[in-house]
């Protein structure tokens, strides 16, 4: 079967996004930040300069227990901007990516057993053939693995389609060393699997195996280690708040876009729509409206009407005389990643302090027609990577930036009988960055496959997380994950993921 | 300087002021310094500033200066006497209550606040009798339950006891209002099955004409339970028969017996886009596909945990359940899809749901489900929330799955009454406590307007609001609730109203008309909607300032109030 299935629980976005935080813990930014500077702090009139010629904060909407006054909020920026610190990018592929079928055995009894258990969907070592990519071998994983040609440069000899960017290009030799940037992780997960999207998404945001949710992994070490007055220290791009950094006690935010339209009326042409489109701005009337007092303090659905109505008008007014952002090059034009990777590497660039940025981006739940919708998507995600690697170079950021990504779960070994997979154990995670050890960080057990049809788990994810804090960001691993977890095991014998 | 410095909102322990900024040409942004008894006590960007550092029964001055950004500052404007009620004075709202008028307590104005309200507002309404329902009752109401009152609707129920207007909801037909614009899409009547916009027109266009509006809210309640999204390979077809398949458990007149069983029954054997959807049609013998046995649990009728946050459910009773499900298939390529049974590809083996064994079908595994412990809590706690802001206590709970476990029976009906009738829906009446959901919203704007549903105007609104019938984001519907409002859907909200207005006739240029006469004409011409008294203060002021100098400053003066009146803050909440 050949039908590309829309897949179903988690394409879109909104499963793993805190909505409903109070909205008085709602700051327009834009208002209080670009509007508010004293006077007479000539010394970091840079930082605010900045802040006015990117525009950056004109959109954040700020989450924490207590409104901040932007005076606070510049001073920490400020102080930020004069010691950067080491950032890292999370990027969540919502679904429940296909780990197999990206990085698929290399050659042996696994690749047979692999051919065997996905006769329609399995990747064919070497070259494209009919109707089905290939894959080229993964260096330094001693055989066990390979590259799907999707993720592979065109001068790599895959189907990526860009001659400059590839998972190859990041791997490397895969030793580790100069040159050796990205970290694969095969069948990592917990055990025993939750299959449910929503139940697992909250344990893998969450970094620990609890419900109901309450604080992200990452929202934890920034309550221990953050900011109490920077709410751009941990950035969800896109409209709501990652469950990732949903903090218990320090400021964190959304950045959507970098402009606004504001309210306008039209100016006459009314019974024609083909009227003069000319507008007359609303925005000042709207602005008091969006002022006034809300009588019942319990109602949370008008206070949150008025502050989104003032949210607008602030951003309207903050932005609308300033230039569109100075965003990079070398994008693909292909998918919705590369526009949020772009404005990551603008922010990162704007030097705000920001410690933490994710990102989510869906459509990996393949329960059919996997080949049809995974291949594009995973074209776009090395070229983005890439992409964005050089990007965050050219702005001079590279060095203090680490990205890693994550999915839910994995997918069963067998494909089911619509040409896709259904949900399993066992993801793939990367990490990749110029600190990032490139190559195999942690152990392929081979398709040794469980009662239930899933790929043995070598690792356990919270080991990843416990290395991305203890090795990279800085701080206790126990303290945020509750507990200490195996060290990852390298193939080459070691450990640990970043240099 | 500054100008009319008045109190907006006045209570024992704040008081709201606001001016005009009167700024001079040149002057740049200006900032306003607020002074209490000759005091600084803080500065505003905009010309509104709330002191919450007041005490009860107190008499205070006020003053505001502007300082521009070359810290010129203007003269303090003349001081404005305010004086605080007394705390005891500072009513909070009288408890929920089914009879009376409970608008809450409003504001105490201060010397000289001119009244600016229109009259006849819902939460002035004539004070009903014992049995009789006020007409901000019947607003509420026909939100809640539908997509917001016309002036005939009120005319007819205002008065009334609540009972009738609970019948008529629950027991008349779903005929709808002839019209005289009906639907068109690039000059041509809409089919839903010539393009997407089409399909969600049709829909929008019955809600827009529906007499009893509750058979179409219920069904949209359904499709945002059952969701179901459009795609390649779910066709219109399918998704129209969907919808009426839905409808056909919200038409109580129709159907007055209709159970969550028979709709979980169809859902899960009858139904070809939900079976394309979830892969329902490829669950074979041979070869299980979980999808919809998951959903089936976690999202249409238990919840991943109960109250007490047990596992409803295990991996295994997914398995054991897509087990039972099997053997309905469908030809996905078919233009209109229909689901069979082919006994062959069903599963007829001992499977192990809940810890009981047994060779269970697709309808003894639903069964299974019903009868589960935490789904009449699940499936009665979903309804509450769609129409009812508090939160559900534990005797309401327990009172509602009564009613609809009795008799095992699961009929929706009866559940509906007790969630229409409940004394809760009416809280808050003087400042309605709940964000309307963008389809609510839209159809609301199209009745309240009298607009036609016209090309792609109001399906592209839908979309940057966030609510596209047919399209929800995933299997889990839309969230809803606060996340319904933010920087991109307020400006889509108030955009609506700017091109509903582009498809109408031209309102009437009045000369001579004066500010408080216009007020009053808009509000009318917007369907007389809830408006708080400082928005009513606030558009007053608006209106009176707006140049009226020609043809087109009035009618632009008209536009504009009824867009800040219905695309504004107060016009998201019902």
New interface residues.
């Given amino acids: 079967m050949s ?4 897949c ?8 793993a996004n805190v ?2 935080a109070l ?1 008085s813990q709602l700051m327009p930014i834009p ?1 209080e930040a670009l ?2 500077f004293p ?1 007479g702090r000539d010394g970091r009139a840079l930082t605010r300069r900045r802040l006015l010629q990117y525009g950056a904060a004109g ?1 954040a ?1 700020v989450y924490g227990p207590r409104l901040l006054k932007w005076e606070s909020v510049w001073e920490s920026a400020a102080a930020a901007a004069s010691a950067p610190d080491r950032v890292l990018v999370v990027i969540y592929l919502a679904g429940g990516q296909d780990g197999l079928n990206v990085v698929p055995p290399g050659g042996g009894t696994d690749y047979s057993t692999y051919v065997a258990k996905r006769p329609v969907i399995h990747r064919g070592q070497g070259a494209t053939v009919a109707g089905r990519v290939g894959s080229q071998p993964m260096p330094g994983s001693g055989g066990l693995l390979s590259f799907a040609n999707p993720v592979v440069s065109s001068a790599g000899g895959g189907d990526n389609g860009d001659a400059n960017f590839g998972f190859e290009r990041l791997y490397g030799d895969g030793l580790g060393g100069p040159g050796s940037n990205l970290a694969v992780m095969p069948a990592t997960d917990y055990l025993p699997a ?3 999207h ?2 697992s998404s909250d344990y893998w945001f969450g970094g620990r195996l609890v ?2 949710f309450t604080t992200g992994w990452l929202g934890r070490w920034l309550d221990l280690y953050g900011s109490p007055s920077n709410p751009l220290q941990g950035i969800s791009l896109g ?2 708040l990652s469950k990732t950094i949903r903090t218990a006690a320090v400021p964190v935010c959304t950045i ?1 876009s970098l402009a ?14 083909g ?1 003069d489109p000319a507008a ?1 701005d ?1 925005n000042a ?12 303090g ?5 206070l ?6 003032a ?2 008008v602030d ?1 309207y007014n903050q932005t609308s005389s300033l230039g569109p952002p100075v965003l990079g090059g070398g994008y693909p034009t292909t998918g919705s990643l590369s526009p949020q990777l772009k404005l990551a590497a603008f922010l990162l660039g704007a030097n705000l302090g920001t410690r933490v940025i994710t990102i989510h981006w869906g459509g990996f739940d393949t ?2 027609g996997q080949i049809a919708s995974q291949d594009p998507q995973l074209k776009e995600l090395s070229r983005a990577l890439g992409a964005f690697q050089a990007d965050l170079a050219a702005r001079g950021v590279a060095d203090r930036v680490s990205t890693l990504l994550f999915s839910e779960f994995g997918r069963r070994v067998a494909e ?3 040409a896709g997979t ?2 399993g154990a066992g993801g793939l995670m990367l990490a990749a960055g110029p600190h990032v050890r490139g190559g195999l960080a942690a152990p392929f057990t081979g398709l040794q496959v469980d009662q ?1 049809g899933d790929v043995a788990v070598g690792t356990d994810f919270r080991s990843v997380y416990q290395s991305v804090i203890g090795e990279w960001l800085g701080g206790d691993p126990a303290a945020v994950l509750g507990g200490s977890f195996p060290p990852l095991q390298r193939y080459d014998g070691t450990s640990g993921l970043f240099a | 300087m500054p100008r009319s410095l008045r109190a ?2 006045v209570a024992s322990g ?1 008081v ?1 002021l ?1 001016w005009r900024p009167a700024p001079r040409r040149g002057a740049g ?1 200006i900032q306003f310094e607020v002074f209490r008894d000759g005091r600084q006590i803080g500065s505003a ?4 500033f ?1 002191d919450t550092h007041v005490k009860p029964a107190t008499v205070y001055r006020y003053a505001v200066m502007a300082v521009d950004v070359h ?1 010129h500052r203007s003269r303090r404007t003349h001081a404005l006497q305010v004086r605080t009620p007394a705390a005891a004075a500072a009513a909070v ?1 009288p408890p929920p209550s089914g009879a009376g008028n409970v608008a ?2 409003p ?1 105490v104005p201060a010397a000289g606040i001119p009244d600016a309200g229109p009259t006849g507002t819902p939460g002035a309404g004539p004070p009903p009798g014992a049995s009789g329902i006020s007409q901000a009752m019947v607003d509420r109401l026909f939100w809640r339950a539908g997509f917001g009152p016309t002036d005939a609707e009120r005319a007819t129920w205002t008065g009334r006891p609540l009972a009738e207007l609970i019948d008529f909801l629950l027991g008349s037909p779903n005929t709808l209002q002839p019209t005289a614009q009906p639907p068109s899409n690039m000059g041509h009547p809409i089919d839903p099955l010539n393009s997407d916009p089409e399909l969600v027109m049709e829909w929008l266009d019955r809600m827009q004409r529906s007499n009893n509006p509750l058979v179409e809210r219920l069904t949209f309640f359904w499709h945002r339970h059952w969701a179901v ?1 459009r ?4 066709s219109a077809a399918s998704l129209l028969a969907y919808r009426n398949r839905l409808g056909r458990y919200a038409d109580f007149a129709a159907n007055p017996d209709a159970s969550f069983r028979g709709l979980a029954r169809e859902m899960t054997t009858q139904d070809a886009a939900m079976s394309i ?3 329902g049609y ?1 669950n ?1 013998k ?2 299980p ?3 919809y046995a ?2 089936f649990q ?1 999202l249409f009728c238990l919840g ?2 109960d109250a007490a ?1 047990n596992p409803n459910y295990t ?1 295994s009773d ?1 398995h054991q359940m897509a087990r039972a499900f099997t053997g309905y298939t469908l030809d ?1 390529a078919a233009p209109d899809p229909v689901v069979t049974f082919n006994p062959a590809l069903h599963d007829t083996g001992i499977k192990t749901i809940y810890g009981q064994s047994g060779d269970f079908d697709a309808n003894g595994a639903v069964e299974l489900v019903l009868s589960h412990p935490s789904h009449a809590p699940f499936l009665v706690s979903a309804l509450w929330k769609e129409f009812i ?1 508090a939160p559900l206590d534990a005797a309401t709970l327990a009172d509602l799955v009564a009613t609809y476990t009795a008799g095992g029976q699961l009929l929706i009906a009866p559940v509906m009454r007790k969630i229409l009738s409940h004394p809760a829906i009416f809280e ?1 009446l ?6 309307k959901p963008p389809v609510v919203f839209c159809v609301g704007v199209l009745r309240q307007l009298g607009a036609p549903l016209k ?1 792609t ?1 109001q399906t592209a609104a839908l979309t940057s609001m966030q609510q596209l019938p047919y399209f929800p ?4 519907g ?2 809803g ?3 319904w ?7 889509a909200r ?1 955009d609506l109203i ?2 509903c ?7 009437a240029d009045v000369p001579g008309e004066s500010a408080q006469q216009a007020v009053d004409r808009a509000y009318a011409g917007a369907g007389s909607p809830w408006l ?1 008294d ?2 009513r203060l ?1 558009l007053a002021e ?1 209106a009176a300032q707006a140049p009226t100098t020609t043809a ?1 400053q009035r ?2 003066r008209q ?2 109030l009824q ?2 009146m219905l695309g ?3 016009g ?2 019902m």
């Fill in positions: 039908e590309n299935f829309r179903i629980s988690c394409e879109e976005i909104e499963l909505h409903d909205p208002h509007a508010g006077q959109v909407s939750n299959l449910s929503f139940t419900e109901p409209s709501s959507s606004a339209l504001g309210f306008a009326l039209r100016r006459g042409g009314y019974g024609s729509p009227g007359v609303a009337v709207v602005s008091q409206l969006a002022g006034l007092p809300v009588g019942d319990a109602n949370t659905h008008l949150r009407s008025r502050a989104s109505y949210q607008a951003i329960h059919g089911n009988a619509s259904d949900h239930q | 907006l909102k704040s709201t606001a942004k960007h905009q010309a509104l709330t810290h709202p809450g307590a504001a999204a795609s390649a390979q779910i959807y979830l892969n490829q074979k041979a070869a596909n979980e999808n998951r959903e976690e991943v945990t946050g991996q997914v996905p802001h808050s003087g400042e309605p406590n709940m964000l090309d105007w984001p995933n299997v889990a839309w969230e609730g606060l996340s409002m933010n920087t991109t859907t307020s400006q108030f700017v091109r207005q582009s498809l109408l006739p031209p309102v708080s400082g928005t606030l608006y087109a009618l632009e536009y504009a867009a800040f504004g803050p107060d998201q909440v």
